[in-house]
């Protein structure tokens, strides 16, 4: 086989079509960036899982009247409480927290921010903070404090974090929802551009055809450039995602959530999917331009 002529014969068409070969290059890029975008929202959500999944916990928060007169949980409400959570076979521990303390934590969640210099310690209540066998159990939890004096109100954490699952999980659907309809965009430029390709060349196709030349070498060179768009499409969009991450998205996912409140994706995580993208890209361009020979080009 000589490799000069395909070299050649590729690097003709993707210059002879080089608009074509353009819009197929950054339909690809932005195909694949959004699916690669997609994959990286759900390593993210697997890691924010696995961050707060031991930390989790179900806070009990005291009236008012019981948190401003029992610093140290000593009096009989709170160490009442206290007691029954602690003999209770869905707990793991628990752990009091005052009213200077409570004040204290929503100083550092709050930091910078006009809520945490409205705040006084006076007005935060101070609560139980129950770490469970089962994290599933919170429910039965509730039950047993149910209609217990001092018990102000009982949140779940997970109630919390769901709805930044809930709202991670969007971003995911969304964004594969658009990179599905990009792919197929592609995929029909790819089919465009190969039956072009092959339509100004059929007059040189059909004199090798004349000579002796299998359908397969003659039908190689259109395969590869639609396996060399794929390549070049991948790379801009692997480009794309880590440039993005540098400029905008870390400072997104900071200013938005807070430091540290979600994982930032790092640059090993986006060259870990780089190689299923080049694989999809070059696997898509290279499938679609065969099924197009096959279906609409006899060469």
């Given at each position: 086989m000589r490799f000069n002529?395909?070299?050649?014969?590729?690097?003709?068409?993707?210059?002879?079509?080089?608009?074509m070969t353009i819009a197929m290059i950054l339909t690809t890029a932005i195909s694949l960036g959004l699916l690669g975008t997609g994959m990286l929202a759900v390593h993210?959500?697997?890691?924010?899982?696995?961050?707060?999944?031991?930390?989790?916990?179900?806070?009990?928060?005291?009236?008012?009247?019981?948190?401003?007169?029992?610093?140290?949980c000593s009096q009989s409400i709170c160490a009442g409480l206290r007691d029954v959570l602690k003999s209770s076979p869905l707990v793991a521990a628990v752990t009091y927290e005052n009213q200077q303390?409570?004040?204290?934590?929503?100083?550092?969640l709050f930091q910078g921010q006009t809520l945490a210099t409205l705040a006084r310690p006076q007005g935060l209540p101070a609560s139980l903070r129950v770490k469970l066998v089962d994290p599933n159990q919170s429910t039965q939890l509730a039950k047993l404090l149910a209609g217990k004096v001092g018990v102000a109100r009982i949140t779940d954490q997970r109630d919390v974090v769901e709805r930044l699952f809930s709202f991670l999980r969007t971003i995911r659907d969304v964004v594969f929802t658009l990179a599905l309809v990009e792919v197929l965009a592609a995929a029909l430029?790819?089919?465009?551009?190969?039956?072009?390709?092959?339509?100004n060349r059929r007059t040189e196709v059909g004199v090798m055809r004349l000579v002796g030349a299998t359908r397969w070498y003659t039908?190689?060179?259109?395969?590869?450039?639609?396996?060399?768009?794929?390549?070049?499409?991948?790379a801009l969009a692997?480009?794309?995602?880590?440039?993005?991450?540098g400029l905008f998205l870390d400072q997104a996912i900071t200013s938005g959530f807070g430091d540290g409140v979600i994982p930032i994706v790092q640059?090993?995580?986006?060259?870990?999917?780089?190689?299923?993208?080049?694989?999809?890209?070059?696997?898509?361009?290279?499938?679609?331009?065969?099924?197009?020979?096959?279906?609409?080009?006899?060469?």
């Open positions: 002529f395909l070299f050649r014969e590729v690097v003709t068409g993707l210059r002879r079509n080089i608009t993210t959500i697997d890691q924010t899982q696995n961050l707060y999944g031991d930390r989790l916990e179900v806070v009990v928060s005291l009236t008012l009247d019981v948190s401003i007169h029992d610093q140290d303390q409570a004040y204290a934590r929503f100083q550092r430029l790819i089919s465009n551009m190969v039956q072009l390709s092959a339509f039908q190689l060179p259109f395969l590869l450039e639609a396996a060399v768009t794929g390549v070049l499409g991948t692997v480009g794309s995602l880590l440039l993005g991450k640059y090993s995580d986006i060259l870990a999917v780089s190689p299923l993208l080049f694989v999809l890209g070059t696997g898509i361009a290279a499938v679609t331009g065969y099924v197009t020979l096959r279906l609409y080009v006899r060469l």
